[in-house]
């Protein structure tokens, strides 16, 4: 096993790692809406959405995989009347590549986030 950690996505908050490699395959923690500053960022859901996808591209590059390597992901939502939005910014980052996916409506996030979403990738 391999920990990831970068300086180009928010420290974990707590006792766990941003990533693990295991062989071939990288294991994302939960990313939700934190600057790499630590700071969350305000505003809705697809504000939120993109500072999420921005720390699962850093993740991701630190460990040698891309958006294009995602085989699964998992959306966590704070409210699933806010599915439409998610999944519109979403769609920007995964737009050719299509990852196998789950989404589940949660009663609260780390921070309050509004969303939070991790990633198992291929290294290239």
């Known amino acids: ?3 990831i950690q970068t300086n180009q996505a928010p420290a974990a ?11 071939n395959m990288f294991f994302s923690s939960g990313q939700i809406p934190l600057t790499v ?3 969350m960022v305000e505003g809705d859901i697809k504000k939120q ?4 996808f921005l720390n699962l591209q850093a993740v991701l590059r630190e460990a ?3 958006l294009e390597t995602v085989v699964k992901s998992t ?3 704070k409210n699933m009347d806010e599915f439409a939005s998610v999944n519109q910014v979403y769609g920007e980052y995964f737009s050719a590549h299509k990852p196998a996916r789950s989404c589940v409506e949660v009663a609260r996030l780390p921070k ?8 198992i990738a291929l290294i290239k």
Not at 13 to 23: H, K, L, R
Not at 49 to 52: E, N, P
């Open 1 to 3: 096993m391999k920990v």
């Open 13 to 23: 908050i707590g006792p766990y790692s941003q990533g693990i490699i295991v062989n």
């Open 37 to 39: 500053e630590g700071n």
């Open 49 to 52: 959405t993109h500072q999420v």
């Open 64 to 66: 040698g995989a891309s």
């Open 75 to 77: 959306v966590f939502i």
């Open 112 to 119: 309050d986030a509004l969303v939070e979403i991790e990633v």
